[in-house]
Each structure stands twice: as C-alpha cells, then as structure tokens.
C-alpha cells in the first residue's frame, strides 16, 4: 500500500449481476466503491469473477454473458452504454492486460502504434512534431529507449518485458483517471515483474491516478493496494487492508526441493549447440543441454532471454539455424520439416490456452483432431480416447461439449494439455502454461502434470518465470541469459548455491523463495548431502 484515496467517489458498482441468460451468474450482486487515487486489488480463485467485475468499468461484457441486473458509473457516466464507453475508453480509463501480445498490433511497428493512440486522443490541429514529442515523452516515461530503431521494431522484435511497457505507454496515451490493471505482471520473470511492479507504482503515482489491479500475486497487490476485496464464486466474501486479507500468502514459502534423477548415459532428449534467429536478431546462441528420459527440466531467465524461442525450436515450430535436437534413438527430433521423426513425438503447450484453442471448437472437435490426423482413429475409437483424455486431466467428460468461453482459465490449459496428450508423445514442452492461472490452480496443473509424468513416462521441458514452481517441480534447472546457457544443474544446487550473478538476481527477486531459502531451505539442501555438481551444458 503506497497512498490513500482522495475519499472522492470515482467510480461506482452497485448491485451488478452478470452471466449468461440461463446460467449460473459469474458476477453476483457486487457492489464496489473506488475513490478517486485509490488502488483497489480484486483477488481470489480461477473463475471467481475478478476480471469480468474489471472490465465492467470499461464498458465491456465478455461474450456469451450480460448484465442482468445493477449498475456501474465511472466519473458519473454509465460506461456500459454506447455512448458512456465511447466517452471513457482511452481517455478516462485505460486498460493494460497480461498479454501485450494481445494489446499490440503484431503488423505495425511500435513507434506507429505508440503514435495512433497519441492521434486518436488529441485535438485535430495537433502536428507531426507534437505528436512526435508525445510518443518520445511516453516511452521515456516507461524507461523505453526513444532512438528510430526501437521505434522501427514490431512487438515480436522486442522482449515480454519491454513489449509490456510499449503497452503501457499507449495505456497512457490518454492521462487517464482510472486504469485496469489485469495481472501485469504475470508473464514475467522475476526481475522484470519487480521493474514492473516500481513503474506501475510511479505510473499511478503521478497525478494521482486510481486503479482497478486484478492479481493472483500477493506481493503485487500488497505493493501496490490501498484495499483488496476478495471475490469467490462471483460474490465479494471479504474486503480489507492488504496485510489483513493477504496474511497467509504472504508467509514465508518452503519449496519443497526434488532429489534429481541419476542421468543415464544416453537416454533423454539431446539439444547441441543449437541457435535461432528473429530476422536478424540472434536470439538462441549455441545452446547445449540433455534432458534425460522421464525427468522435468526448467528453463528460466529473464524476459528476452530466449526461453520461449528455445521451446518452440524443440517442439520444431521454429527454425533451428545450427545445431541439432535429438531424442536418445539418434533421430532428429525436430528440424524444420519434422518428417524424420514420428509425426506428434514431441507436443508444445503454449502460454496462452485462449490463444492455442480454436474457439468456435468445442473441446471434444478440439481432441479429436489428432486422434484422427495423428493416429488414424474411427468414430468410435475416437470418442472413447477423448473420454479416456479427459480423465487423465481430470476433467469431467460433459465438458466435451462446452466451447473455450464457457471454461475457466485452469480447465482451458488442462483441455490443451489433453490435445497435447492425444499425439501420444514422448516429450510435452511446456512454456508458461501456469502464468494467467492464480497459485492455487496452478500448484493443481502442475501436480498433475508430475502425476502424468510419472504415469506415462514423459519427458517434460517446463519453460516459466516462477522460481518457486521450479524447485517444487522440476529436476533440473537451465538458466538463460541473452540467449545463451549459463548454469545447469540440479534444482537443489542451481537455486540454493547459485553460481552466476543471473541466477542470484532472479533468486533476490523471487519473494517467495527468496524468503524461504532465507528461512533454511539452503541449510536442509546441504544437510541432506546434495553435493550434485553442475557440469556446464
């Protein structure tokens, strides 16, 4: 908590009901007051109905769902009418989500886009030069550089981080009053979400602006928060002080450190000296490292580092410019074309299940796809495997028949990880897959995944930000830094006696673990005698 509200109402929720027209409401009777400068966090479970009471303030009702009954003002206009969104959206109140992805035009370039927002706020008589200031004046705000080349990037060219910035800026654009902040930081490595976290906190700051943040990270929301009130189910169960509602999560976390698997010799997934380029930017440089059969390997770094680049160039959705992937049998495991290798043999789950699942599909048209394509299945064989799928992800098997709106964000990346499953591969590269899920929903995803690990004997390449998943569910733990492989061990060695200034930046601003290797987890690692030495990839 960093400022009291004016005490000035600012916008007002009262009563507000949402959901589909015969179903079970998603927002129940809600009412939510924010005064002018104040942050309010709304936090609670996947599914509680966070974000649908947030994006209410920028007149915007998901598909599939209305309003059934209350009302909302922001600066006294109804943003839920034509006229009351087109007046507020950009200018009063701004929204800034998870996935800048999402946000920016992936076509345009950024200095361009930074620019249209500029236009699209100003007065008709407004030049090329003053807008040219503008855009020069919001990315510096941001700590974006300003110079013609970073202008000429497209998103893709840029890391999450600085694409997150970019995203902010044009949020900006409109020295809005009220912002909806949608887990900003969620996508982010450690570092980056704590540089993160000081600019939204200066950002708000200036002027006094007042915020709506929906977040599933307590040190974000006890940071930034003057209240936060906590919805279950649609309803808000509590309301208070930060310190009051968020006391359990912020205690101190014991990861519970794996013993890593003995590597056998040659078994596993071989990744030699592999390098990828984004046009002419290097963005993966001689990377060399074994996952052995059966195990989880991590792959952590800061944004930018090449994670994502990586996954995708072992799942062969990206070309691999020098060096090669292979699975223990010799046979190359993903070059551009894949035809060597049995179709499906390796599967990526991506970040985003919105984005990975066709939404016109329902689940069961969705798993039943590879089934056909990969594995040659009839009708009935098909129906009987997406049932059996469903199972394993513990999924109910009614939900075949829903389409992605209608499913909560854990039982999305639990269908993606069932499609993954219908090829029957050997490996899952899995990156970010817990990112826009709450800590609760995603401890339940990636024990499943160890349980599904374990049973079906896969090889896992787990890509994310969070440190404390790491020690809790991987074995061994790759660190990248600018594209290059800089530390590679074990969980317990890489995190407790980090080598590499990299990994003791990521580990310092990781809260959690921090606060749990500072409460003895590096002292129980050394007595249990894991002297695993790392060997450099």
């Given at each position: 908590?960093?400022?009291?509200?004016?005490?000035?109402?600012?916008?007002?929720?009262?009563?507000?009901?949402?959901?589909?027209?015969?179903?079970?409401?998603?927002?129940?009777?809600?009412?939510?007051?924010?005064?002018?400068?104040?942050?309010?966090?709304?936090?609670?479970?996947?599914?509680?109905?966070?974000?649908?009471?947030?994006?209410?303030?920028?007149?915007?009702?998901?598909?599939g769902l209305r309003v059934r009954g209350g009302t909302v003002r922001v600066d006294g206009v109804d943003p839920l009418t034509a006229e009351g969104a087109r007046r507020l959206r950009g200018e009063r109140v701004t929204f800034l989500g998870q996935d800048p992805a999402s946000a920016l035009n992936p076509m345009r370039?950024?200095?361009?886009?930074?620019?249209?927002?500029?236009?699209?706020?100003?007065?008709?008589?407004?030049?090329?030069?003053?807008?040219?200031?503008?855009?020069?004046?919001?990315?510096s705000g941001v700590g974006l550089p300003v110079d013609d080349s970073f202008l000429r990037r497209y998103p893709h060219g840029v890391s999450g981080g600085q694409a997150q910035r970019v995203a902010l800026a044009v949020a900006l654009a409109?020295?809005?009053?009220?912002?909806?902040?949608?887990?900003?930081?969620?996508?982010?490595?450690?570092?980056?979400?704590?540089?993160?976290?000081?600019?939204?906190?200066?950002?708000?700051?200036?002027?006094g602006r007042a915020a709506v943040l929906v977040s599933h990270d307590p040190h974000l929301v006890a940071g930034l928060a003057d209240r936060v009130v906590e919805l279950d189910a649609g309803r808000v169960v509590r309301e208070g002080a930060p310190r009051d509602i968020l006391a359990a999560r912020l205690a101190p976390v014991r990861p519970r450190l794996r013993t890593a698997p003995i590597e056998p010799p040659s078994a596993g997934l071989v990744i030699r000296d592999v390098s990828a380029s984004h046009g002419s930017h290097r963005v993966v440089a001689d990377v060399t490292l074994r996952v052995p059969a059966g195990s989880?390997?991590?792959?952590?770094?800061?944004?930018?580092?090449?994670?994502?680049?990586?996954?995708?160039?072992?799942?062969?959705?990206h070309r691999i410019e020098a060096g090669t992937v292979r699975w223990e049998d010799g046979k190359p495991a993903a070059d551009r074309s894949r035809t060597p290798v049995p179709r499906g043999h390796i599967q990526l789950v991506q970040q985003d299940p919105v984005g990975a699942l066709n939404p016109r599909e329902t689940v069961r048209r969705a798993l039943s796809r590879p089934l056909r394509g990969l594995r040659r299945m009839d009708a009935d064989r098909t129906r009987a495997e997406v049932d059996r799928l469903l199972g394993l992800v513990r999924l109910p098997v009614d939900i075949a028949d829903r389409r992605p709106a209608a499913l909560s964000g854990g039982e999305r990346q639990r269908v993606a990880l069932a499609r993954a499953l219908a090829a029957n591969p050997a490996v899952l590269v899995c990156d970010e897959i817990t990112?826009?899920?709450?800590?609760?929903?995603?401890?339940?995803?990636?024990?499943?995944?160890?349980?599904?690990?374990?049973?079906?004997?896969?090889?896992v390449v787990l890509v994310t930000h969070d440190l404390t998943l790491v020690a809790r569910h991987a074995d061994q733990v790759a660190v990248l830094r600018q594209g290059r492989l800089v530390e590679w061990g074990p969980v317990e060695d890489v995190l407790t006696r980090p080598r590499e200034a990299v990994?003791?930046?990521?580990?310092?601003?990781?809260?959690?673990?921090?606060?749990?290797?500072?409460?003895?987890?590096?002292?129980?690692?050394?007595?249990?005698?894991?002297?695993?030495?790392?060997?450099?990839?």
């Amino acid at each position: 908590m960093f400022r009291k509200g004016s005490g000035v109402t600012l916008a007002h929720v009262q009563a507000l009901t949402i959901g589909p027209a015969d179903g079970p409401a998603v927002v129940r009777d809600v009412d939510l007051t924010i005064a002018r400068g104040e942050v309010v966090a709304l936090v609670g479970r996947s599914g509680s109905g966070k974000t649908t009471l947030a994006l209410t303030l920028l007149g915007h009702v998901r598909p599939g769902l209305r309003v059934r009954g209350g009302t909302v003002r922001v600066d006294g206009v109804d943003p839920l009418t034509a006229e009351g969104a087109r007046r507020l959206r950009g200018e009063r109140v701004t929204f800034l989500g998870q996935d800048p992805a999402s946000a920016l035009n992936p076509m345009r370039r950024i200095g361009t886009q930074v620019a249209e927002a500029v236009r699209l706020r100003a007065s008709a008589a407004s030049g090329r030069a003053w807008v040219g200031t503008e855009v020069a004046r919001l990315l510096s705000g941001v700590g974006l550089p300003v110079d013609d080349s970073f202008l000429r990037r497209y998103p893709h060219g840029v890391s999450g981080g600085q694409a997150q910035r970019v995203a902010l800026a044009v949020a900006l654009a409109g020295s809005p009053v009220l912002m909806v902040l949608d887990e900003p930081t969620s996508g982010l490595d450690s570092v980056t979400a704590q540089d993160t976290r000081a600019l939204v906190i200066d950002v708000l700051r200036e002027h006094g602006r007042a915020a709506v943040l929906v977040s599933h990270d307590p040190h974000l929301v006890a940071g930034l928060a003057d209240r936060v009130v906590e919805l279950d189910a649609g309803r808000v169960v509590r309301e208070g002080a930060p310190r009051d509602i968020l006391a359990a999560r912020l205690a101190p976390v014991r990861p519970r450190l794996r013993t890593a698997p003995i590597e056998p010799p040659s078994a596993g997934l071989v990744i030699r000296d592999v390098s990828a380029s984004h046009g002419s930017h290097r963005v993966v440089a001689d990377v060399t490292l074994r996952v052995p059969a059966g195990s989880c390997t991590a792959v952590v770094g800061p944004s930018g580092s090449g994670k994502s680049t990586l996954a995708r160039c072992v799942a062969g959705l990206h070309r691999i410019e020098a060096g090669t992937v292979r699975w223990e049998d010799g046979k190359p495991a993903a070059d551009r074309s894949r035809t060597p290798v049995p179709r499906g043999h390796i599967q990526l789950v991506q970040q985003d299940p919105v984005g990975a699942l066709n939404p016109r599909e329902t689940v069961r048209r969705a798993l039943s796809r590879p089934l056909r394509g990969l594995r040659r299945m009839d009708a009935d064989r098909t129906r009987a495997e997406v049932d059996r799928l469903l199972g394993l992800v513990r999924l109910p098997v009614d939900i075949a028949d829903r389409r992605p709106a209608a499913l909560s964000g854990g039982e999305r990346q639990r269908v993606a990880l069932a499609r993954a499953l219908a090829a029957n591969p050997a490996v899952l590269v899995c990156d970010e897959i817990t990112s826009a899920l709450d800590p609760e929903i995603a401890e339940t995803v990636l024990d499943l995944l160890d349980e599904l690990r374990v049973g079906l004997g896969l090889t896992v390449v787990l890509v994310t930000h969070d440190l404390t998943l790491v020690a809790r569910h991987a074995d061994q733990v790759a660190v990248l830094r600018q594209g290059r492989l800089v530390e590679w061990g074990p969980v317990e060695d890489v995190l407790t006696r980090p080598r590499e200034a990299v990994t003791r930046q990521l580990l310092a601003s990781a809260p959690s673990l921090a606060t749990a290797e500072a409460a003895g987890v590096t002292a129980a690692a050394e007595a249990a005698g894991a002297d695993l030495g790392r060997a450099p990839a």
